[in-house]
């Protein structure tokens, strides 16, 4: 986990033992990003797929009233996770799997409750994203997840979140539409995307943030594609096993990712220790 040093008490003038400026760590509240952090982000838009249609199949509360439910518990767990000192995976990865369904509600509602093409949904979502982009590059001077590490940077950074989700979201059946390729065609299109988007930066030098948050963007449809074809019976081109037994699935492999980290901490970077320096 990356961390900067703070000055927290300018030093005495003078000199002696109580020159010292002390430092204290920021430490990141996001995780780094590893082959674990994709693996889950992907359960995770699998999940918000399949959990937002179970719900609204489910729990007789309407498109509306399931949107409401869910944004409130959102709202709950994200301040749990800005109340905490640093990335805790347990916190943290909730956030996301509420954000996804939370994103994929908000999508559904425009599109079928208000009957928003989703060629403008996209564009709007699109537009949001890009508003938020520039608002905190403009404050903040980074994009960069390395550096959420105030709440400024965490503000943004959530809220970027959520658009991304809501955009893939209708960004994914705006083309699932048009092509009418499939859900699994689908998942095999968006995988390519990107595995498109890391050759560029690996091979042809993109910038890695917006590699970071152009793939962040497109694991979106991917993980709902595969939950379509994981959920929806065999007529409609999926493999039937339903949203109950697909988000089952998902979570609990989730759960066990999430329990693992948490022991390991293998996506965390310890901080070493600042030195003080004498005034």
């Given at each position: 986990m990356t961390y900067?040093?703070?000055?927290?008490?300018?030093?005495?003038?003078?000199?002696?033992?109580?020159?010292?400026?002390?430092?204290?760590?920021?430490?990141?509240?996001?995780?780094?990003v590893t082959v674990y952090f994709w693996i889950i982000k992907v359960l995770c838009t699998t999940v918000g797929e399949t959990a937002a249609d179970l719900l609204n199949e489910k729990a007789g509360l309407g498109?509306?009233?399931?949107?409401?439910?869910?944004?409130?518990?959102?709202?709950?767990?994200?301040?749990?996770?800005?109340?905490t000192s640093a990335y805790r995976a347990g916190v943290y990865w909730l956030a996301v799997a509420l954000i996804s369904i939370v994103?994929?509600?908000?999508?559904?509602?425009?599109?079928?409750?208000?009957?928003?093409?989703?060629?403008?949904?996209?564009a709007v979502?699109?537009?949001?994203?890009?508003?938020?982009?520039?608002?905190?590059?403009?404050?903040e001077r980074t994009l960069s997840v390395h550096h959420i590490d105030t709440t400024s940077r965490e503000s943004y950074y959530w809220l970027a979140v959520l658009f991304t989700f809501a955009l893939g979201?209708?960004?994914?059946?705006?083309?699932?539409?048009?092509?009418?390729?499939?859900?699994w065609l689908s998942a095999v299109l968006f995988a390519a995307a990107i595995a498109a988007v890391a050759i560029a930066h690996f091979a042809l030098g993109l910038d890695a943030v917006w590699s970071f948050w152009i793939a962040y963007i497109l694991t979106r449809p991917l993980g709902a594609s595969i939950g379509d074809y994981l959920s929806q019976p065999g007529g409609d081109g999926g493999l039937g096993l339903g949203t109950v037994v697909t988000s089952a699935l998902f979570l609990a492999v989730i759960l066990g990712l999430?329990?693992?980290?948490?022991?390991?901490?293998?996506?965390?970077?310890?901080?070493?220790?600042?030195?003080?320096?004498?005034?």
């Open positions: 900067e040093t703070s000055e927290s008490a300018a030093a005495p003038e003078g000199g002696g033992p109580g020159a010292s400026a002390r430092h204290s760590l920021r430490w990141n509240k996001v995780p780094e498109l509306t009233g399931v949107s409401v439910l869910m944004s409130a518990l959102l709202a709950v767990v994200l301040v749990v996770q800005f109340r994103g994929t509600l908000i999508s559904d509602n425009l599109t079928d409750n208000m009957g928003v093409p989703l060629e403008t949904s996209t979502f699109a537009i949001a994203l890009a508003v938020v982009f520039v608002i905190w590059y403009r404050r979201t209708a960004a994914g059946d705006l083309v699932s539409e048009r092509m009418d390729l499939g859900y999430v329990v693992y980290l948490s022991a390991t901490r293998k996506d965390v970077l310890e901080p070493e220790r600042a030195p003080a320096h004498a005034g």
